[in-house]
């Protein structure tokens, strides 16, 4: 069930370059993903769907155009407010699991919450249920180098939860994985959507975007079909 809107783009431009030069890697994009929404980005190489997630991340602005989260336009906001935001809103896993490897999995899940001031019992309590919610509340103290590359993943998710964020970001999560991780992981995926949760995903893969609820298809830097059902997907990579 879909809610008010979490992400709000209106007419975004993100051009790099100036004159022979000037590459628009986003050109004007109109975009809107309500709250409890499950979609995938997808496109060619160059396309624009990894600068669309990286403004959509807070981690670039716009060239020009606004960006709405959560009902805040954070397109103008300084560094510093910026990164407040994706403490506080977001959450982030990637294709590579960017663990600590000194640390434990339960260390590497509560550093979000050293960073946003939580008291440290409350930032225990919340790392293992994060861990729990993710099937690894038994391997709460194993470094990365104890853990298989699926179970990294995990690790990684639980990290990017435990701050209860409003937006879930995944930029190609499965890239690293075999097709049995990568299951499990989309699995995951599938059920903190059904608890409520908003997750955008970029990914190539088409296995993987059909998992998702909406695709969002990327072409020259606009989107070209923003509400395409997983069924209507052979049919546009037959063409693209």
Same mark, same amino acid.
């Given at each position: 069930?879909? @809610?008010?809107? %979490? %992400?709000?783009?209106?007419?975004?431009?993100?051009?790099?370059?100036?004159?022979?030069?000037?590459?628009?890697?986003?050109? @004007?994009?109109?975009?809107?993903?309500? *709250?409890?929404?499950?979609?995938?980005?997808?496109?060619?190489?160059?396309?624009?769907?990894?600068?669309?997630? #990286?403004?959509?991340?807070?981690?670039?602005?716009?060239?020009?155009?606004?960006?709405?989260?959560?009902? =805040?336009?954070?397109?103008?906001?300084?560094?510093?407010?910026?990164?407040? =935001?994706?403490?506080?809103?977001?959450?982030?896993?990637?294709? !590579?699991?960017?663990?600590?490897? *000194?640390?434990?999995?339960?260390?590497?899940?509560?550093?979000?919450?050293?960073?946003? #001031?939580?008291?440290?019992? *409350?930032?225990?309590?919340?790392?293992?249920?994060?861990?729990?919610?993710?099937?690894? @509340?038994?391997?709460?103290?194993?470094?990365?180098?104890?853990?298989?590359?699926?179970?990294?993943?995990?690790?990684?998710?639980?990290?990017? =939860?435990?701050?209860?964020?409003?937006?879930?970001?995944?930029?190609?999560?499965?890239?690293?994985?075999?097709?049995?991780?990568?299951?499990?992981?989309?699995?995951?995926?599938?059920?903190?959507?059904?608890?409520?949760?908003?997750?955008?995903?970029?990914?190539?893969?088409?296995?993987?975007?059909?998992?998702?609820?909406? =695709?969002?298809?990327?072409?020259?830097?606009?989107?070209?079909?923003?509400?395409?059902?997983?069924?209507?997907?052979? !049919?546009?990579?037959?063409?693209?």
């Amino acid at each position: 069930m879909s @809610g008010s809107a %979490i %992400i709000r783009l209106e007419n975004v431009y993100k051009i790099y370059g100036s004159g022979e030069t000037e590459v628009r890697a986003l050109a @004007g994009v109109d975009l809107t993903v309500n *709250q409890g929404e499950y979609c995938s980005i997808m496109g060619a190489s160059g396309s624009g769907k990894s600068t669309m997630m #990286n403004i959509i991340g807070c981690l670039d602005r716009p060239s020009s155009g606004h960006y709405y989260l959560d009902g =805040i336009e954070v397109a103008r906001l300084g560094d510093r407010a910026l990164a407040h =935001i994706r403490n506080q809103k977001l959450g982030f896993v990637f294709q !590579q699991f960017h663990l600590l490897p *000194q640390l434990s999995a339960l260390e590497n899940v509560m550093l979000p919450l050293v960073y946003a #001031n939580v008291p440290d019992r *409350q930032r225990r309590d919340r790392g293992v249920e994060a861990l729990t919610r993710v099937g690894l @509340g038994h391997r709460l103290h194993n470094r990365p180098n104890q853990l298989s590359g699926g179970q990294q993943q995990r690790v990684a998710i639980a990290r990017a =939860i435990v701050g209860r964020p409003v937006l879930l970001l995944a930029d190609e999560p499965t890239g690293a994985l075999d097709s049995t991780t990568t299951n499990e992981i989309l699995n995951i995926f599938t059920e903190l959507n059904g608890n409520g949760m908003t997750v955008v995903m970029v990914t190539h893969e088409p296995d993987v975007a059909r998992k998702t609820h909406r =695709i969002i298809w990327f072409k020259d830097g606009r989107t070209v079909n923003d509400h395409m059902t997983p069924a209507e997907l052979p !049919q546009v990579m037959a063409v693209a």
